[in-house]
């Protein structure tokens, strides 16, 4: 793991050029240490990430365009622009761009745990099983769809 250093990650730029397409949405990392880890992220409409857990992790979304339906711990929630989403560890949570416009955001979590290389292992992966089945292997747990 790297240790963090002083400076300023340019706008348009993540940690050595890395862009990452998870399911469909854009994920840019922005600043990796052990103890945190940040990425701004860009969610199309109708992209989402379905209910999961992470449980060593807290997590945290702030919002600079556009808005969110949210799944937090059972209950229905919204967050728009400069609302700060806040996913304490072990808390049930699903992100969802409902809005019919793009989502921009940036998250971090604390600590980092193997999030930097989950992501690395997903990238360009299309089925969303086998992202749920790898989310696994690196200690996020995703919920059963309501249906099953």
């Not at 890395?18 to 969610?43: D, M, R």
């Not at 059972?74 to 989502?103: C, M, W």
Request: proline residues 9%; hydrophobic residues 40%.
């Amino acid at each position: 793991m790297m240790e963090m250093t002083a400076g300023v990650t340019p706008a348009a730029e993540g940690i050595e050029g890395i862009k990452w397409n998870i399911l469909g949405q854009t994920y840019v990392p922005k600043q990796l240490c052990e103890s945190s880890f940040s990425w701004h992220a860009t969610f199309p409409d109708g992209t989402f990430v379905p209910p999961h857990i992470h449980p060593d992790q807290d997590e945290f979304i702030y919002v600079l365009e556009g808005r969110f339906d949210l799944f937090l711990d059972g209950a229905d929630a919204t967050a728009g622009a400069g609302d700060l989403i806040r996913l304490p560890r072990g808390l049930a949570h699903g992100i969802f761009n409902k809005s019919g416009q793009e989502v921009k955001c940036v998250f971090w979590v604390s600590p980092t745990q193997r999030l930097w290389d989950l992501f690395i292992k997903i990238d360009n992966v299309p089925d969303p099983a086998e992202v749920i089945r790898i989310a696994t292997e690196h200690n996020v747990h995703f919920l059963p769809p309501p249906d099953a």
